[in-house]
């Protein structure tokens, strides 16, 4: 069965403080991996599309990589607005998109 | 592009009542999900549509439930006999799929359920 998991589940950084979130994937097969981020009440907001072990992509402050196992979104210097959600998806060859958990990001001034 | 539209933004309603929630995607894209989200969970996937057909429903999805997009355009999401445990967000997504490769998804802001 395809699952997804993400670590950790919530996390309190000091604003600058950079750390790393964590998402890992069992599947059959990877099509492509994403990161959405999600601010409450709102829908996920697209930020990264990983396709292949070792690719990176980058958007300000935030950086996304992928292994065989695993992706991680590392932060560097947060702010106190990119508190939110962070969820990661996996798309498994001829299936949907399979969502994690989530890890909830708080950035404290 | 205005985005994806979901109608309405939160919706109270008793046990056993039926509801409808409609949803307006972006205006290219050809395919459309429906997604329940509880609180503290990801996005759980209800069902897809690929211009006006239903491709999938998840397995887990009510006899309860049923999602239509006439036209290939907008979509709506009936739950029928609502119970406490539909309470959720529902979000929709929208995509503009040509090859497994380059679909992205974009979400709407939700259709928050509180089943009392």
């Known amino acids: 069965e395809d699952q997804v998991t993400q670590s950790p589940e919530a996390l309190r950084l000091q604003e600058g403080e950079s750390s790393s979130l964590n998402c890992s994937y069992t599947?059959?097969?990877?099509?492509?991996l994403f990161w959405y981020r999600q601010d409450p009440g709102k829908g996920p907001e697209f930020l990264f599309t990983l396709y292949s072990a070792g690719e990176e992509k980058e958007k300000e402050r935030l950086k996304a990589t992928l292994t065989k196992k695993e992706s991680f979104l590392h932060i560097t210097a947060p702010k106190p607005e990119d508190s939110a959600t962070y969820l990661c998806?996996?798309?498994?060859?001829?299936?949907?998109?399979?969502f994690g958990p989530g890890t909830r990001l708080s950035v404290l001034p | 592009d205005t985005g994806v539209s979901q109608d309405p933004r939160h919706k109270i309603t008793k046990r056993g009542q039926n509801v409808t929630f409609r949803c307006d995607p972006i205006?290219?894209?050809?395919?459309l999900y429906w997604y329940r989200q509880t609180l503290g969970q990801g996005p759980e996937f209800l069902t897809y549509?690929?211009?006006?057909?239903?491709?999938?429903k998840s397995r887990l999805l009510s006899d309860r439930f049923s999602a239509e997009r006439p036209k290939g355009s907008f979509s709506t999401l009936e739950i029928q006999r609502t119970e406490q445990g539909d309470s959720a967000m529902y979000l929709c997504?929208?995509?503009?799929?040509?090859?497994?490769?380059?679909?992205?998804?974009?979400f709407g802001s939700g259709t928050q359920l509180s089943v009392l």
């Open positions: 997504a929208s995509s503009f799929y040509l090859t497994a490769t380059n679909e992205k998804l974009f």
């Open positions: 599947v059959s097969g990877l099509r492509g």
């Open positions: 549509f690929q211009n006006e057909a239903q491709l999938e």
């Open positions: 205006s290219e894209h050809n395919r």
């Open positions: 998806a996996v798309v498994p060859k001829g299936q949907n998109f399979v």
